[in-house]
Nanobody
Framework: QVQLVESGGGLVQAGDSLRLSCAAS????????MGWFRQAPGKEREFVAA????????SYADSVKGRFTISRDNAKNTLYLKMNSLKPEDTAVYYC????WGSGTSNPKSYRHWGQGTQVTVSS
């Protein structure tokens, strides 16, 4: 079992940057593929980015590619999402998720463990 706690959200202006963190506890963090998802009011949860457990390969949604960067520090049991050039449409609750021995898929059903989320609000 792994527990996930997100932090780093907040209210920013368009064009600003934020870095989200996801602290993991419990079983070996390095064995988990990790993902970031987001959910805006009235919308379904959508994939943002993922990183595999085996070779740290990454994948991104087209809407954030080139602006967001996912990374992990296994020594600190922490996942990060650096978000640059934020847009109002990036406003959502951001969740981190863990998938034991996973490949870093964009399918939320593959992730068994979820954090409680952190709110990101981007004003225009």
């Amino acid at each position: 079992q792994v527990q996930l706690v997100e932090s780093g959200g907040g209210l920013v202006q368009a064009g600003d940057s934020l870095r989200l963190s996801c602290a993991a506890s419990g079983r070996t963090f390095s064995s988990y593929a990790m993902g970031w998802f987001r959910q805006a009011p009235g919308k379904e949860r959508e994939f943002v980015a993922a990183i595999s457990w085996s070779d740290d390969s990454t994948s991104y949604a087209d809407s954030v590619k080139g602006r967001f960067t996912i990374s992990r520090d296994n020594a600190k049991n922490t996942l990060y999402l650096k978000m640059n050039s934020l847009k109002p449409e990036d406003t959502a609750v951001y969740y981190c998720a863990a998938d034991l021995w996973g490949s870093g898929t964009s399918n939320p059903k593959s992730y068994r463990h979820w954090g409680q989320g952190t709110q990101v609000t981007v004003s225009s």
